[in-house]
């Protein structure tokens, strides 16, 4: 705290900045900090002092650490928490679908004006228009500038906020948005498809042609943003983002490894065929995959093109992908999943971090120990329960945990 002080006094010496009037003098010592790291972005310090003056931090946030409290439950996104069959419900899939094919056909022109840019499928842009913001109806709760000072304060990952925290100054000060537009999530995401102010500063599109990027109220400038973002990530045009196949009966799951890759060709002669009986064409045929099977054994099987990636860095989870994928192949194609999801259970992320630890030390997993069954700690559970002649099923279960636990893991 002395540390702090200090530098509160150098920076007032040196910049003449005073300190935010703020009850959490900490808080106001964070904000003088901040300042030189503003003023080389470019905000001004008339700005910089509007905008600081009387900001408080918002406490009530989720994924924080707070000094002298003990660290809260990291926020279990809904992406990380649920099973397949729970975040891809079927009646939520079929509603957005519904409305997406209205909406393809009210905004059909504007779509097909963003693929002819960008060649991402209109479809593509309503299934992200609909998972982060239910094509607008949701209500974003929480002052941008405010949650993005907080996350940078006292977040569980405050360095990566900092920099949002003064873009979002930066926007305020360019007029780009009012602070009433800057809604946002508890992570400080805004507008309609959900960007942090970084996405804003390299994607945002005036797609209207009105000379605003605005995300916040304009459908073609949002969805043209969320191309740009796309391609900006590596979008292959006139690729899909996944097949969905049907597995051979003597399918070993640890094959679902995305580091293997093999042209459909390959995976079709090692027994994979199409869902639906439909059969693939040449092009397909030829394109480079990875076998995905997001409940492990207990559901469908999908081989993922380049695209898949593209669309999970939007949102770095499996299920949200499988859940923009399959909702714009709804609303190109009304079909479900061929295959259907069996019940599983989802453990709690106490048990998964151990199982990680357990799967580290033996040198199976080497990624986040986050508590979170994603795809490496899949591909490794199954890597164990080869060595381990348990049931072969890529899933984290109690058999696995338990076995774990008698060997040595903590």
Not at 43 to 62: G, H, I, K, M, Q
Not at 101 to 126: C, D, F, K, S, W
Not at 229 to 237: E, I
Request: positive net charge.
């Amino acid at each position: 705290m002395r540390c702090l002080a200090v530098l509160l006094l150098l920076l007032i010496a040196a910049y003449g900045i005073q300190p935010a009037r703020a009850a959490d003098p900490a808080f106001a010592q964070f904000l003088a900090s901040v300042w030189p790291e503003a003023q080389h972005a470019g905000v001004t310090r008339a700005t910089f002092d509007a905008l600081t003056r009387d900001l408080e931090p918002d406490l009530t946030l989720p994924d924080l650490v707070i000094p002298g409290k003990p660290p809260r439950p990291e926020r279990g996104q809904a992406e990380f928490v649920s099973t397949p069959a729970e975040y891809l419900k079927e009646a939520t899939i079929e509603r957005l679908a519904a409305k997406g094919r209205q909406l393809l056909a009210q905004h059909r022109q504007t779509l097909a004006a963003i693929e002819q840019r960008t060649g991402v499928p209109p479809e593509i842009l309503l299934a992200i228009w609909a998972r982060e913001t239910a094509y607008g109806g949701a209500k974003l709760p929480y002052d941008a500038l405010r949650t993005l000072a907080t996350q940078a304060y006292v977040g569980r990952r405050k360095a990566r906020f900092r920099p949002e925290f003064i873009l979002a100054m930066k926007m305020l000060q360019d007029r780009v948005a009012t602070r009433a537009e800057m809604r946002s999530s508890w992570a400080g995401a805004m507008g309609l498809v959900q960007f942090m102010p970084s996405d804003f500063d390299k994607y945002a599109v005036d797609m209207d042609g009105d000379g605003r990027r605005n995300i916040f109220s304009s459908v073609p400038d949002a969805l043209a943003s969320a191309a740009a973002q796309l391609v900006g990530k590596g979008w292959q045009a006139g690729e899909t983002w996944a097949y969905e196949v049907r597995a051979p009966k003597n399918l070993d799951c640890t094959s679902a490894d995305p580091d293997v890759t093999m042209t459909v060709a390959e995976w079709a002669r090692r027994g994979f065929t199409p869902a639906y009986g439909r059969s693939f064409s040449r092009k397909e045929l030829a394109a480079k995959t990875s076998l995905f099977l997001p409940a492990g054994i207990y559901g469908p099987a999908f081989l993922i093109l380049p695209n898949y990636y593209v669309i999970k860095s939007y949102n770095f989870s499996d299920l949200y992908v499988m859940f923009v994928g399959h909702l714009a192949d709804r609303i190109a194609a009304p079909r479900p999943f061929e295959a259907p999801w069996q019940p599983v259970v989802q453990m709690k992320s106490a048990d998964l971090e151990v199982i990680q630890r357990g799967l580290t030390r033996r040198k199976l997993y080497s990624d986040k120990i986050d508590g979170k069954a994603g795809m490496a700690t899949r591909l490794a559970i199954g890597h164990y329960q080869k060595a381990n002649g348990l049931k072969l099923d890529c899933w984290p279960n109690k058999a696995v945990l338990d076995h774990l636990q008698a060997h040595g893991a903590r």
